[in-house]
C-alpha cells in the first residue's frame, strides 16, 4: 500500500542552522508529494510541492526534490529561524483517482534563539 | 486570505453521546475531507465528499460515522455513538479540484471520556 516514512522527532536547533528533515515514501507510479507545516495552535499549511519526478518545491526558504530513484522528498532549508518552529508533516496522494493525502507522522521542530 | 474554520475547537464527550463536529470550508471549494490525528499517531483520511455523495472513505469511516452538507456553507461529521478509541483531533479540509491543494482547519480536538 501507500505509505510515508518521516524522520523522527524532535528535532532541536539552533537559529541559523541548515535543517534537513527526511522522508521516503511507498507508492505505485507517481504520487504528487507535499510538505505540510502545523504551527502552534493553528491548521494544516501546505508548505510545497512537487507533482512529477526531479521536480524541486520551494517556498520561505524551504525546498525538497521529487527523487523517483531513492523514493524520498526530503525538505531542507539553508538557514532556520525561531518561527519555523512548527510540527512538519511529508505526505503523498497516489498516482491516478485517489483524492485522499497519505501522511507521515510529523516531525517536531523546535528552533532556539 | 480564505480559511477553513472548525469549530468548536476542543469537544469533550461521554462515551456513548453523539457528536457533530462542524467545518465550514472555502466558499469556491468543491472537494471536502475529514482527517484525524490519534495522539503520538499519524493523520489519518476518514472521508471525501463531492457533489453531495461521499467520493471516498477509508476503513476507519465505519457506521458510526457520517457527513453531511445541510447548506451551502457548512461542512459535518457525525459520530453517533463515541467510543474512547475516537479520541483524536479531526482536520476538515477543502480543495477547489481533485487531488487539489487542500487548505485545512486548525483542528477539532475530541476526548472522550
Known amino acids: 500500500g501507500n505509505s510515508v516514512t518521516q524522520m523522527e522527532g524532535p528535532v532541536t536547533l539552533s537559529e541559523e542552522a541548515f535543517l534537513t528533515i527526511n522522508c521516503t515514501y511507498t507508492a505505485t507510479g507517481y504520487p504528487s508529494l507535499f510538505w505540510y507545516v502545523q504551527y502552534p495552535g493553528e491548521g494544516l499549511q501546505l508548505l510545497l510541492k512537487?507533482?512529477?519526478?526531479?521536480d524541486k518545491g520551494s517556498n520561505k526558504g524551504f525546498e525538497a526534490t521529487y527523487r523517483k530513484e531513492t523514493t524520498s522528498f526530503h525538505l531542507e532549508k539553508g538557514s532556520v529561524q525561531v518561527s519555523d518552529s512548527a510540527v512538519y508533516f511529508c505526505?503523498?496522494?497516489?498516482?491516478?483517482?485517489?483524492?485522499?493525502?497519505?501522511f507521515g507522522k510529523g516531525t517536531k521542530l523546535t528552533v532556539n534563539p | 486570505e480564505p480559511e477553513v474554520t472548525q469549530t468548536p475547537s476542543h469537544q469533550v464527550t461521554q462515551m456513548g453521546q453523539e457528536v457533530i463536529l462542524r467545518c465550514v470550508p472555502i466558499s469556491n471549494h468543491l472537494y471536502f475531507y475529514w482527517y484525524r490525528q490519534i495522539l503520538g499517531q499519524k493523520v489519518e483520511f476518514l472521508v471525501s465528499?463531492?457533489?453531495?455523495?461521499?467520493?471516498?472513505k477509508s476503513e476507519i469511516f465505519d457506521d458510526q460515522f457520517s457527513v453531511e452538507r445541510p447548506d451551502g456553507s457548512n461542512f459535518t461529521l457525525k459520530i453517533r455513538s463515541t467510543k474512547l478509541e475516537d479520541s483524536a483531533m479531526y482536520f476538515c479540509?477543502?480543495?477547489?479540484?481533485?487531488?487539489?491543494?487542500?487548505?485545512f482547519g486548525q483542528g477539532t480536538r475530541l476526548t472522550v471520556v
Open positions: 512537487a507533482t512529477k519526478a526531479d
Open positions: 479540509a477543502s480543495s477547489f479540484v481533485e487531488g487539489g491543494d487542500a487548505f
Open positions: 465528499f463531492y457533489n453531495n455523495e461521499i467520493s471516498e
Open positions: 505526505a503523498l496522494i497516489p498516482q491516478g483517482g485517489s483524492e485522499k493525502l497519505v
